[in-house]
């Protein structure tokens, strides 16, 4: 550990720094012209200006306070070239260099930046890779998400924070890459190749937290936004924050305005996923008991219906065995009797039918309508 006493001034505060600084670039630049391209132009209801000036290479943060503000016509937008006069200063608050802006002048041009981003635009548009009609739809429960972003942003975390929330059992397949600087371009591109050959996902997430336009950069790369186009399952773009747009987001299946965003629209919220379930579970129980109680009254009628069938079938027949019945019963020899007839009939129970069959002596049977008589021929003269 250094020893303090070394030091032979005491040390200073960020403050001292930041004021010094402020100071020195004050009055050793003064105010001057200065020209380049808009970018984050953001315009607040009191009427001050934020916004960059870039080059391409560099970057300079600038503000313009509503005196300034109302003595332009035409507000700037982004990727307009513009000439700026101001003071070069210090934010002492953030430690941060930027230009206070006195007067804006509009060139009429487009700044190279914006340009080339057109050019890339164009590209893509002729190509078909932004029409509507090829975009997918999601996965409504996806097996498994791949997540291409940093492994040390907070873009991941975000995502990570939203799903554990909406559905802790989902598949997240993260592959890492740069988001930002001059390696980012190709390890993107590399990266959003290698979701083609992972398997178990159905959905990827193409993230990165808030930032300048040239942080964000990449995003507008022609080579990742055809990489991006090239992945075989459906694709969400979610850069930056809700006001950031990329070229990635009019490539992709899917813009989220956020990486927060962005895991809402494509994890399926669980309790949301019960609740249904269990919705469905009493309608599938109301519908069967339904289908039960239809089907017990269906089959009440048909029992109905059948037994009236089978009573029309049965009623002819008995009609008719009543109807032979009674013939029968007309012809039968006791119906004779009831009239009284009477039926002779010998031992053997023949019956006897002549005069010849009744020998003097012969004892015989007399059958009367109420039961047989015991009798015997006196005189067969």
Known sequence: MTDPSLF????????????????SVEANIGPLWVRGEISG?????????????????????????RTQTLRVRTKPADGAQVFLHGTPTVWEERGEFRL?????????????????????????MKDGLTDPARKRPLPPLPAGIAVVTSLDGAALRDIITVTRKRFP????????????????????????????R????????????????????????????????????????????????????????????????????????GSALRRQVAGLAVRLGQALDRGTRLGRERLART???LEHLLAQRLERPRLDLLRLGAQLDALSPLKVLERGYAVPTGADGQILRRRADFPAG??????????????????AS
């Open 41 to 65: 132009f953001k315009a607040y209801g009191s009427g001050h200006w934020y916004f960059s000036i870039g080059d391409g290479q560099t970057q300079v943060r600038c503000v313009m306070w």
């Open 303 to 305: 029992a109905d219906r």
């Open 100 to 124: 206070t802006v006195s007067d804006l002048l509009l060139t009429g041009d487009t700044g190279d930046q914006q340009l080339a981003l057109e050019r890339i635009r164009a590209a893509l």
């Open 362 to 379: 012969l004892p015989f049977t007399l059958r009367v309508t109420d039961g047989p008589v015991a009798a015997r021929v006196e005189d």
């Open 198 to 269: 992972l398997t178990g996902v159905e959905v990827c997430i193409l993230a990165r937290g808030g930032g300048s336009r040239e942080d964000l950069a990449v995003f507008n790369s022609e080579a990742v936004c055809r990489a991006l186009a090239a992945v075989t399952i459906p694709t969400v773009s979610a850069i930056g924050h809700e006001t950031d747009m990329s070229l990635t987001d009019l490539v992709a299946d899917l813009r989220a305005a956020t990486p927060s965003a962005a895991a809402e629209l494509v994890v399926p919220d």
């Open 8 to 23: 032979a001034d005491a040390p200073w505060t960020p403050t001292q720094l930041a004021r010094a600084a402020r100071r």
């Open 169 to 196: 059992a989902m598949r997240l397949v993260v592959v890492g890459t740069r988001v930002q600087g001059a390696e980012a371009e190709a390890e993107l591109v590399r990266a959003l190749g290698a979701v083609n």
